[in-house]
């Protein structure tokens, strides 16, 4: 994505004329950002139990080939 395209995303882009008169032009939606950070920690949260599951998982099935 170049940096024009970037400017006119709508996370980039105000959503109004009045946003756009108020804000300067590195400024971002907050709004949208601020859903995308939720869903990422959301995601790595959810990454984390499952490989700790996974993990537990794994050491079950090792003591069970370990013991007789």
């Given at each position: 994505m170049s ?10 882009k105000p ?6 008169l108020s ?5 971002i939606n907050m709004?949208n950002f601020?859903?995308?950070n ?8 959810y990454n984390?139990?499952?490989a ?8 079950r099935?090792?003591?069970?080939l370990v013991?007789?």
């Amino acid at each position: 994505m170049s940096a024009a395209q970037c400017l006119v995303h709508p996370w980039i882009k105000p959503l109004s004329r009045k946003q756009a008169l108020s804000r300067s032009r590195s400024s971002i939606n907050m709004r949208n950002f601020r859903k995308f950070n939720a869903r990422r920690k959301w995601k790595l949260s959810y990454n984390t139990v499952s490989a700790c599951n996974r993990l537990c998982r794994l050491g079950r099935e090792d003591e069970e080939l370990v013991s007789p």
